[in-house]
Protein backbone atom coordinates (compact mmCIF):
# COMPACT_ATOMS: atom_id res chain seq x y z
CA UNK A 1 0.00 0.00 0.00
CA UNK A 2 1.39 3.34 -0.78
CA UNK A 3 1.93 6.04 1.84
CA UNK A 4 -1.08 7.84 1.21
CA UNK A 5 -3.08 5.46 1.01
CA UNK A 6 -1.72 3.75 4.64
CA UNK A 7 -1.98 7.55 6.51
CA UNK A 8 -5.60 7.72 5.00
CA UNK A 9 -6.99 4.53 6.62
CA UNK A 10 -4.91 4.68 9.38
CA UNK A 11 -6.79 8.70 10.12
CA UNK A 12 -10.18 6.82 9.10
CA UNK A 13 -9.92 4.46 11.61
CA UNK A 14 -8.66 6.69 14.30
CA UNK A 15 -11.80 8.92 12.87
CA UNK A 16 -14.40 6.15 13.64
CA UNK A 17 -12.94 5.06 17.13
CA UNK A 18 -13.05 8.34 17.88
CA UNK A 19 -16.67 8.68 17.22
CA UNK A 20 -17.33 5.50 18.59
CA UNK A 21 -16.14 6.71 21.86
CA UNK A 22 -18.24 10.18 21.78
CA UNK A 23 -21.00 7.90 21.31
CA UNK A 24 -20.32 5.51 24.36
CA UNK A 25 -19.27 2.41 22.26
CA UNK A 26 -15.89 2.22 24.30
CA UNK A 27 -15.07 -1.38 23.08
CA UNK A 28 -15.36 -0.37 19.29
CA UNK A 29 -13.39 2.54 20.38
CA UNK A 30 -10.84 0.48 21.31
CA UNK A 31 -10.91 -2.01 18.21
CA UNK A 32 -10.60 0.93 15.47
CA UNK A 33 -7.88 2.49 17.72
CA UNK A 34 -5.89 -1.23 17.63
CA UNK A 35 -7.04 -1.78 13.81
CA UNK A 36 -5.12 1.88 13.23
CA UNK A 37 -2.15 1.56 15.15
CA UNK A 38 -1.89 -2.15 13.55
CA UNK A 39 -1.34 -0.73 10.46
CA UNK A 40 1.24 1.59 11.29
CA UNK A 41 3.01 -0.99 13.12
CA UNK A 42 2.66 -3.70 10.22
CA UNK A 43 4.60 -0.78 7.92
CA UNK A 44 6.96 -0.53 10.15
CA UNK A 45 7.34 -3.79 10.32
CA UNK A 46 7.64 -3.94 6.75
CA UNK A 47 10.56 -1.21 6.43
CA UNK A 48 12.26 -2.91 9.04
CA UNK A 49 12.62 -5.82 6.97
CA UNK A 50 10.88 -7.82 10.23
CA UNK A 51 7.91 -9.69 9.83
CA UNK A 52 5.09 -10.36 12.12
CA UNK A 53 4.17 -13.26 12.71
CA UNK A 54 1.17 -13.36 10.83
CA UNK A 55 -0.80 -10.56 9.08
CA UNK A 56 -3.11 -9.09 11.56
CA UNK A 57 -3.42 -5.41 13.64
CA UNK A 58 -2.63 -7.64 16.58
CA UNK A 59 0.22 -9.77 15.20
CA UNK A 60 1.80 -6.58 13.91
CA UNK A 61 1.45 -4.62 17.36
CA UNK A 62 3.26 -7.45 19.45
CA UNK A 63 6.25 -7.54 16.50
CA UNK A 64 6.56 -3.87 18.03
CA UNK A 65 6.63 -4.75 21.47
CA UNK A 66 9.06 -7.17 21.04
CA UNK A 67 11.43 -5.10 18.57
CA UNK A 68 14.78 -3.86 20.21
CA UNK A 69 16.01 -0.35 19.18
CA UNK A 70 12.35 0.75 19.83
CA UNK A 71 11.90 3.23 22.67
CA UNK A 72 10.40 1.40 26.01
CA UNK A 73 7.26 4.18 25.97
CA UNK A 74 6.16 3.10 22.63
CA UNK A 75 6.73 -0.89 23.07
CA UNK A 76 4.61 -0.09 26.35
CA UNK A 77 1.81 1.65 24.38
CA UNK A 78 1.95 -1.38 21.56
CA UNK A 79 2.21 -4.21 24.46
CA UNK A 80 -1.05 -2.56 26.25
CA UNK A 81 -3.11 -2.21 22.96
CA UNK A 82 -2.53 -6.01 22.71
CA UNK A 83 -4.20 -6.63 26.43
CA UNK A 84 -7.54 -8.46 26.81
CA UNK A 85 -10.28 -6.81 28.49
CA UNK A 86 -11.54 -8.52 31.71
CA UNK A 87 -14.35 -10.65 32.19
CA UNK A 88 -16.44 -7.39 33.11
CA UNK A 89 -15.03 -5.63 29.69
CA UNK A 90 -12.23 -3.35 31.50
CA UNK A 91 -8.69 -3.63 31.04
CA UNK A 92 -5.81 -4.70 33.17
CA UNK A 93 -4.70 -1.31 33.10
CA UNK A 94 -5.64 2.27 33.06
CA UNK A 95 -4.05 4.06 29.94
CA UNK A 96 -6.75 5.50 27.17
CA UNK A 97 -6.14 2.97 24.10
CA UNK A 98 -6.77 5.60 21.77
CA UNK A 99 -3.55 8.03 22.97
CA UNK A 100 -1.59 4.37 23.07
CA UNK A 101 -2.80 3.76 19.60
CA UNK A 102 -1.79 7.66 18.74
CA UNK A 103 1.80 7.58 20.05
CA UNK A 104 1.81 4.24 18.18
CA UNK A 105 0.92 5.49 14.98
CA UNK A 106 3.21 8.63 15.01
CA UNK A 107 6.09 6.48 16.14
CA UNK A 108 5.45 4.32 13.45
CA UNK A 109 4.56 6.84 10.49
CA UNK A 110 6.44 9.82 11.41
CA UNK A 111 9.05 9.15 13.43
CA UNK A 112 11.07 6.00 11.74
CA UNK A 113 11.39 8.31 8.50
CA UNK A 114 8.67 7.95 6.16
CA UNK A 115 9.23 8.25 2.70
CA UNK A 116 6.22 10.52 1.43
Known sequence: M???SLRHRVAREMEIADE???A???GRARVCA????????????EREGA??????ALDALKGIAEMQGLSPELRSAAA??????????ALPHGEDALADA???IAACLEE???DD
Open 102 to 104: RAV
Open 24 to 26: GRE
Open 2 to 4: DRA
Open 80 to 89: RLTARVTEAF
Open 20 to 22: ARA
Open 112 to 114: RGS
Open 51 to 56: SPRGRS
Open 34 to 45: RRAAGLAAMDLL
